[in-house]
């Protein structure tokens, strides 16, 4: 790696320790920001957007990397352009990938009926009554459903869907 690459690494963790960063995010975006210098083998003030991008893509098609870590190397590249070279990022401003949303696990109603029977079971909350402790459970279950059953459906005298 350059010297002068060095100097720039060791500039924007100087800057993140003066803002209070956690000794683990200075790690991982210092790693992260080497990476880059190392992967175009040129000074770091002369990386270009077009080429940080391409960094990216490679890294997400190739490395199959995680969203997380495609913000954490934009938040990197951020953090040395805007406040180790002093550009505006306005100008470079690049698209944070959209987050994975992934789908609610779905308990059947058997799964359901069994959790609340269980709670007879727990000795945790020995204060609680049994009733209470279902009908606690009762709500939040009834709480997340969203469209069946609704809580005309459930029989809060016997905790029954």
Not at 1 to 20: A, D, F, K, P, W
Not at 31 to 45: Q, T, V, Y
Not at 152 to 160: L, M, Y
């Amino acid at each position: 790696m350059r010297n002068s690459n060095l100097v720039l690494i060791e500039r924007v963790v100087r800057e993140m320790q003066i803002r209070n960063y956690s000794e683990r995010t200075v790690q991982c975006y210092s790693k992260d920001l080497s990476k880059l210098m190392n992967h175009f083998d040129i000074p770091g003030e002369q990386i270009t957007i077009s080429q940080f991008k391409d960094y990216l893509h490679r890294r997400i098609t190739m490395g199959k990397v995680s969203t997380s870590v495609v913000n954490q190397s934009i938040s990197a590249f951020k953090i040395l352009q805007t406040d180790i070279l002093g550009r505006v990022w306005e100008a470079i401003k690049i698209k944070r990938p959209r987050r994975v949303m992934k789908l609610p696990v779905v308990l059947s109603l058997q799964e359901v009926e069994a959790l609340i029977s269980a709670t007879l079971n727990l000795t945790d909350f020995r204060w609680l009554s049994d009733i209470v402790r279902r009908q606690t459970l009762c709500r939040s279950f009834s709480a997340k459903v969203r469209l069946w059953p609704t809580e005309a459906d459930i029989n809060w005298s016997t905790c029954k869907i």
